[in-house]
């Protein structure tokens, strides 16, 4: 069953039956929202957003996943690859990043997703945006977090995934930022840590 989160909310990492989840996917999904107006047609265009993961030990940044570094360097965590265009509303991901969080390595204790429109248009221009975790034993579908709201930002610090006690919580964040790649959200990141 899974949890549609609201801004702020947090959910642990367990399974339902107990023990914890090993292999996660954060999916991402979206369409370009359709132009109004006499020159609609004509000046359609394309959505290019980008899913990255950053891992933080500590507040320091040590590794990040995105469409120009595919694998985490210890190779825990991969990227599926890069979608130009989004779904066209079919509903799934368009873009994934896959977590082992078996094999994330031990000083790793956050990893925060962000997403952002690499061809600079707002979130104006998106609809049918979320993300979602999903464990990827089973294909089960965790949480669920819209990335409502429209805005004029390019960006999204959507959620982060953190060691909690002996195992691993989400926290749905959904801040707007602006950046088009995740090195222009680093600043923002840095007041989720």
Known sequence: MSVNLSKGQQISLMKSGGGELTV???GLGWKSAPRKGFLARMTAREVDLDASAVLFAGKEPVD???FQQLTSKDGSIRHTGDNLVGGAGQGGDDESIVVDLQRVPVHVDQIVFTVNSFTGQTFEEVESAFCRLVDETNGQELARYTLSGGGRHTAQIMAKVHRSGTGWQMDAIGDPANGRTFQD?????????
């Not at 959200?185 to 840590?193: K, N, Q, V």
Request: aromatic share 6%.
């Open 24 to 26: 996660v996917r954060m």
């Open 64 to 66: 990040v996943v995105f």
């Open 185 to 193: 959200l680093m600043p923002a990141i840095a007041s989720h840590l």
